[in-house]
């Protein structure tokens, strides 16, 4: 391991779990508001292997709250920011990029070889898409969510229903039908709950559980709730 | 005493939902509530009766990342 580079992980991150970081494989889909600034940790802290995915280009209204989103890169892919923002800060991080949509398709592929896969999407259909991938697959999936003043994560075990209960049928149109205000420090807040559960989950320190955790910023507070 | 998102909350009698998210200043457009485990729908909210050592979850509804 890098001593250096990685002195100020110490002593939580272990130099022999530093090596485990390294070896690890995680499927970040969506490098938009969640996904940049969950890149940016796991990449700083070694996460070894990052695949990212998303078909997606930046746009003006981008700028308000995505950290990968700047004047310079308006109409280029977020996977190619994403992997040249990677490569910047931690060139020790193998970076593999998947400028697509997740489908029906390419799921499976998307998530071979993965310990994890992170959930930083911005509608309803594509997280149980996800979900049902990981089931299949046996893979843990760490979800996250944001809009307004509130946001939710969930590290979940495969095959879990929590997302069905979390979002009823006749709510799965939400982030389509109607756009909601998306506040950078709200954005920032669940990427770094969800950075925080993926990393201790990659050193062995956090086991999937179907529970949720609900941040509300209008009256402050952090809850971990069954639901 | 009933719980809402794992803080103790006070019953009294003729509490609904409603009235229980209009005591905690729930205001937002997208909420969903479940009562013991229970979904309840929007519609519900105003009959639907809040029993003492009742665990409520009240979560705000978002999907965007």
Known sequence: ?227 | MIIVNTQEHPWHEGMTVQVLLDEKGYIFRHIIVRVNGEYVAEEDWARRMIRDGDDVVVLHLTAGG
């Open chain 1, 1 to 227: 391991m890098e001593l250096e580079r990685y002195r100020r992980n110490l002593p939580e991150i272990s130099p022999a779990q530093q090596d485990v970081l390294a070896e690890k494989r995680v499927l970040i889909v969506g490098c938009g508001g969640l996904g940049g600034y969950i890149i940016e940790a796991l990449a700083r802290a070694g996460a070894g292997h990052l695949r990212l995915m998303d078909g997606d280009t930046f746009k003006e209204s981008d700028l308000n709250r995505q950290l990968l989103a700047s004047s310079m890169n308006l109409g280029r892919p977020k996977t190619l920011a994403a992997r040249q923002r990677v490569l910047a800060v931690n060139s020790l991080v193998e970076v593999e990029e998947s400028p697509y949509f997740l489908s029906v398709e390419n799921a499976a592929e998307a998530l071979a070889g993965c310990h994890l896969a992170i959930d930083a999407l911005d509608n309803v259909p594509s997280r149980l898409l996800l979900a049902e991938a990981c089931a299949r697959a046996g893979l843990p999936m760490l979800h996250g969510a944001v809009g307004a003043w509130y946001g939710q994560a969930a590290l979940l075990p495969p095959g879990s229903k929590l997302l069905e209960r979390v979002y009823p049928a006749h709510c799965r149109g939400l982030e389509s039908a109607e756009k909601m205000a998306m506040l950078a420090p709200v954005v920032m807040q669940v990427a770094a709950l969800q950075a925080s559960l993926a990393l201790r989950f990659l050193l062995g320190d956090e086991q999937p559980a179907e529970l949720l955790w609900h941040l509300d910023m209008e009256r402050g507070s952090l809850e971990k709730i069954s639901f």
